[in-house]
């Protein structure tokens, strides 16, 4: 989820102040998505809540780097 956050953020063209909470509520509601399909469609997999939590913890670290590298070090004028 890391990766996947970071690379949706770099590819995204969206300038509003909004562009990390919708790509942290993507990949969010995605990892959900995927824990519900696991738990009820198929027997070998389970759904868990700690890796929802673990998923969480992954996107909000990307994008926390992705911020402080495009926005903030991409901005400073060398």
């Given at each position: ?67 402080f590298i ?9």
């Amino acid at each position: 989820y890391f990766i996947l956050t970071f690379l949706l953020l770099k590819s995204l063209k969206d300038n509003s102040k909004f562009k990390y909470l919708k790509v942290i509520l993507l990949t969010l509601f995605y990892g959900i998505i995927i824990e519900i399909l696991q738990a009820y469609f198929t027997d070998t997999r389970s759904g868990d809540l700690y890796d929802v939590t673990a998923n969480f913890l992954g996107t909000v670290c990307a994008a926390l780097v992705s911020y402080f590298i495009f926005e903030k070090i991409s901005s400073r004028k060398i």
